[in-house]
């Protein structure tokens, strides 16, 4: 059902916490699912992802997302921070469960808002960032079986 890397993810989680004064935090939940995706980033002066923590309430597959996207995203640009998908996250987990894509669409949304957030704080535009949904459940495309 899950692959090891899921599993890996779920049982040693990465980069779990919080930072203090970060560059920008992001939440975002489903409310169908119940799961809550909090994602803390540490953006340097040059743009760069320094660091990134994240929250999570939700089942294994939410906590092995959020702990991929967070590896995925560390040590990058803010640009290539915006090319992480869900499809990349999946991708870099060997694959999830149909039922379980919505997991790999918070993580992104999560990533999103927390940029979303810095920029806020920055007063810049991140060019192709739009909006963050809080609730990924309104927007969800049906997962195609």
């Known amino acids: 059902m899950y692959s090891e890397k899921?599993?890996?993810?779920?049982?040693?989680?990465r980069n779990v916490g919080e930072i203090e004064d970060a560059s920008g935090v992001g939440t975002v939940g489903n409310a169908k699912c119940g799961d809550i995706m909090r994602i803390f980033l540490d953006i340097d002066e040059e743009g760069i992802i320094r660091d990134v923590k994240f929250k999570t309430f939700g089942c294994g597959a939410a906590v092995?997302?959020?702990s991929m996207a967070t590896e995925?995203?560390?040590g990058k640009t803010i640009q290539e921070a915006m090319q992480v998908t869900n499809k990349a996250v999946m991708?870099?987990?060997?694959?999830l469960p149909p039922v379980k894509v919505h997991c790999s669409l918070?993580?992104?949304?999560a990533i999103h808002a927390a940029l979303w957030d810095y920029a806020e704080k920055n007063g810049i535009t991140i060019?192709?960032?739009?909006?963050?949904?809080?609730?990924?459940?309104e927007h969800e495309?049906?997962?195609?079986?």
């Open 91 to 95: 991708e870099a987990l060997d694959g």
């Open 141 to 145: 495309e049906e997962p195609e079986y």
């Open 127 to 137: 060019e192709g960032l739009e909006r963050p949904k809080s609730d990924i459940g």
């Open 106 to 109: 918070l993580a992104e949304e």
């Open 72 to 74: 995925l995203v560390k």
């Open 6 to 13: 899921v599993m890996d993810h779920f049982q040693n989680p």
């Open 64 to 66: 092995a997302t959020s």
